[in-house]
């Protein structure tokens, strides 16, 4: 089941192409790659070519244009297909907005368009080993030589660390707290860049996930995107975003659970009927159904707001927190309507599950939703 209304002939020949792809070239290495925990380039090259990795951004740099409300529908038939090639995609776009938003006319025509065209892979570096949570505490320097800025310090759990050809990094070229950071584009061609660790994960194996050492790393000062000091702002702005995309991973994750759920409990049998027959059964998959439609609509309400030019922080983080509460719910009963099969690898479930909980975390756990949540609707006017 998926969202068809509104979209325009144009839009939906969109979809249509990206559904293509899924089928082809996305869902049949799915398990492969997994199990080789290996990276999906292939597929990022067929979407590439297709024009789907720059879909939010203007076409003057190769990207589609498109509203956030149709990019996250197209998020969600991809993460349907393979959970680590549409949260990958959501990555691209993420390491994109720093640049869109505050890049200088010439950083945009450098950067952007090779981003689009997924002849360069992004990632986005803000997390480090003493903080995910909290930050605004990041360590990692930045500091000013002549014309150039030497970064200094470590990053954790870097998604496409070590395959990225580019690095968004947020490092400190100021005081301590959010106002000394700032945004640099790091080429991974500059020196001193070091993947130290590759993550070996409970799922989404085949999206490398990495710890990154910046260590001397020397790029231009003018690699600097935004205002020196303005790096903590661009970053959470880009969460902003960039929650929208996991909530929209999280229907496509748990649209698949449901499906799998559904085509298996149609064929199998007990007490002479079909799974789907008995009402226990039945009313566990409404209520997924029910669950999914909700997730859905919290996620492409929240986008339309954006799309609007309306405030839509509260929004993103609503529907991160509910959509990926979704997956995990869905996916978890999906292999209790398998039964004994949903607990081994013959069927996609037990990898659903395991891979629901990686979107509690990521872009902010759900702690930390809430806590923006509460932050946002209890601030005195
Ligand atoms: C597969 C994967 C990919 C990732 N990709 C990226 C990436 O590309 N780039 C990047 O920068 N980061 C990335 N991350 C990092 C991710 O964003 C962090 O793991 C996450 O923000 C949590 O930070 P932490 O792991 O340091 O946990 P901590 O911040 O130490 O949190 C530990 C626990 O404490 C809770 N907690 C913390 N503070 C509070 C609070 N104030 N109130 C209530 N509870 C609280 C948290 O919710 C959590 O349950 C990735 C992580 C994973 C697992």
């Known amino acids: 089941m998926s969202a068809h209304w509104g979209l325009s002939e144009e839009q939906q020949a969109l979809l249509e192409l990206v559904r293509d792809i899924a089928r082809r070239d996305v869902a049949p290495h799915a398990d492969e790659l997994e199990r080789a925990e290996e990276f999906p380039r292939a597929a990022f090259e067929a979407l590439g070519k297709a024009g789907l990795l720059g879909l939010p951004y203007p076409e003057e740099y190769g990207g589609g244009a498109q509203p956030s409300w149709v990019y996250l529908m197209v998020l969600e038939e991809l993460a349907a297909a393979h959970l680590a090639v549409g949260l990958g995609v959501s990555v691209q776009t993420l390491t994109m907005f720093p640049t869109f938003a505050y890049g200088t006319d010439t950083q945009k025509a450098?950067?952007?368009?090779?981003?689009?065209?997924?002849?360069?892979?992004?990632?986005?570096?803000?997390?480090?080993?003493?903080?995910?949570?909290?930050?605004?505490?990041?360590?990692?320097?930045?500091?000013?030589?002549?014309?150039?800025?030497?970064?200094?310090g470590r990053k954790a759990f870097v998604t496409h660390g070590g395959e990225a050809d580019f690095y968004q990094v947020f490092a400190r070229t100021g005081d301590?707290?959010?106002?000394?950071?700032?945004?640099?584009?790091?080429?991974?061609?500059?020196?001193?860049?070091?993947?130290?660790?590759?993550?070996?994960?409970?799922?989404?194996?085949?999206?490398?996930?990495?710890?990154?050492?910046?260590?001397?790393?020397?790029?231009?000062?003018?690699?600097?995107v935004g205002a020196p000091g303005e790096g903590f702002r661009i970053a959470m702005q880009a969460l902003d975003g960039g929650r929208l995309g996991i909530a929209a991973c999280s229907v496509g994750l748990a649209r698949a659970a449901l499906d799998a759920a559904?085509?298996?409990?149609?064929?199998?049998?007990?007490?002479?009927?079909?799974?789907?027959?008995?009402?226990?059964?039945?009313?566990?998959?409404?209520?997924?159904?029910?669950?999914?439609?909700?997730?859905?609509?919290?996620?492409?309400?929240?986008?339309?707001?954006?799309?609007?030019?309306?405030?839509?922080?509260?929004?993103?983080?609503?529907?991160?927190?509910?959509?990926?509460?979704?997956?995990?719910?869905v996916t978890t009963d999906a292999v209790q309507a398998h039964g004994g099969y949903g607990y081994v690898e013959e069927f996609p479930v037990e990898r659903y599950m395991r891979e629901a909980k990686v979107l509690q975390i990521v872009e902010g756990t759900n702690q930390i939703q809430r806590l923006v949540i509460g932050r946002n609707i209890t601030r005195q006017e």
Not at 178 to 203: D, N, Q, T, W, Y
């Open 110 to 152: 450098a950067w952007l368009p090779p981003g689009c065209s997924g002849e360069w892979i992004g990632a986005y570096c803000l997390s480090e080993p003493a903080g995910g949570s909290d930050a605004a505490a990041l360590t990692t320097k930045a500091e000013r030589d002549g014309d150039s800025l030497v970064i200094s």
């Open 176 to 224: 301590a707290g959010p106002s000394g950071i700032s945004c640099v584009f790091v080429p991974a061609s500059a020196p001193g860049i070091v993947r130290e660790k590759l993550e070996h994960k409970m799922g989404m194996r085949s999206s490398p996930t990495a710890a990154m050492v910046f260590d001397g790393t020397r790029v231009p000062a003018d690699n600097i």
């Open 262 to 329: 559904l085509a298996f409990t149609r064929e199998r049998r007990q007490f002479g009927k079909p799974l789907v027959e008995f009402q226990g059964l039945s009313f566990m998959l409404a209520d997924m159904a029910t669950q999914i439609e909700a997730a859905r609509a919290l996620t492409l309400d929240a986008a339309r707001r954006r799309d609007a030019g309306a405030p839509f922080s509260t929004n993103a983080a609503m529907a991160k927190l509910f959509a990926s509460d979704t997956a995990m719910r």
